[in-house]
C-alpha cells in the first residue's frame, strides 16, 4: 500500500474525542500530526496489511508525517515473526520515535522468542544519545530479563543510563519499579545504596507502593528509603 491509501484508511478511522485525548496524553507531538485513530483500530490495520503481504513500501518510507503512521509502523513490525529482519527494521526505525507512546507500544513478538539473540543490541541501544532508543533498551530489559533470564548486570546497565531526559528517568523508574515486585531481594540494596539519581529512585518507590506484587511489609521498608 502507498502512502495515500495509507492516510485514506487512517482518516476513515479518525475519531475527533481520541484525538483531543491523545494530543493531551502525548505531550511531545505536533498536534498537527496527530489524527486521533485508536489503538485497537491501527492494530486492526496492521494486522491486515501483514497478513495481505502489502507493508513493505509503508515501513521503508521513513520518516513518516503522522503520529498514528509511527503506531501503525510499531504494530507492523511487532506482528513480523523473522527476527535478523525485525531487528534491522527496528534499528532504522528508533532514529524517528519521538515519543512514549510508539516506543512502548513496539513490542515485536519474535523478540519475546529469542532474548539471547536481542541482548547485543540492547547493549548498543542502551548507550545511545537519543532518548527513546536508551528508553526502548530499558524497556526491552525490563519486558524479557525480569524473570528466568534476569541477573543483576542488567540491572546495573539501567541504573548506569545517566540522562536528563524525564521518558529516560521515567522508565528508568518503571524497570525498577518492576524489578522490584520480580526480584525485591535483589533489588532492594540499589536503593539502600542510591544507586539512581533521587528524582528517579523516588518515582520508583512511588510507583512500587501502587503495586499488588510488592507485599506491604516491603512497601513499608521501601518508604523509609525515600530520599526528602
Known amino acids: 500500500m502507498n502512502k ?7 482518516y476513515a478511522a479518525a475519531d475527533k474525542e481520541y484525538r483531543d485525548y491523545s494530543i493531551n496524553l502525548i505531550t511531545s507531538v505536533d498536534p498537527d500530526t496527530v489524527i486521533g485513530v485508536r489503538t485497537p483500530d491501527l492494530r486492526a490495520i496492521a494486522c491486515d496489511m501483514v497478513e495481505r503481504g502489502n507493508w513493505h513500501e509503508f515501513i521503508a518510507d521513513l520518516p513518516h508525517h503522522f503520529l498514528e503512521e509511527n503506531q501503525l509502523h510499531t504494530f507492523i513490525i511487532s506482528e513480523i515473526l523473522d527476527f ?20 512502548d507500544q513496539m513490542s515485536p ?25 536508551v528508553r526502548f533498551a530499558i524497556l526491552c530489559l525490563m519486558r524479557y530479563f525480569l524473570e528466568d533470564k534476569f541477573d543483576t548486570t542488567y540491572v546495573d546497565m539501567v541504573v548506569g543510563v545517566k540522562s536528563k531526559e524525564y521518558y529516560v528517568n521515567m522508565m528508568q523508574a518503571w524497570y525498577l519499579s518492576t ?20 528524582w528517579t529512585h523516588n518515582c520508583a518507590i512511588q510507583k512500587a507502593q501502587k503495586s499488588r506484587r ?9 518508604k523509609k528509603l525515600r530520599v526528602a
Open 4 to 10: 495515500k491509501e495509507i492516510l485514506d484508511l487512517l
Open 84 to 103: 535478523d529482519f525485525v531487528v534491522s527494521q527496528v534499528n532504522k526505525f528508533l532514529p524517528y520515535v519521538d515519543n512514549w507512546a510508539t516506543c
Open 109 to 133: 513478538k519474535i523478540f519475546a522468542e529469542n532474548p539471547e539473540k536481542l541482548l547485543p543490541y540492547i547493549k548498543k541501544w542502551i548507550k545511545s544519545k537519543h532518548a527513546y532508543t
Open 179 to 198: 524489578a522490584l515486585a520480580k526480584q525485591y531481594d535483589s533489588i532492594l540494596p540499589y536503593f539502600k545504596e542510591r544507586r539512581v539519581g533521587k
Open 214 to 222: 510488592i507485599s506491604s511489609q516491603n512497601k513499608a521498608k521501601l
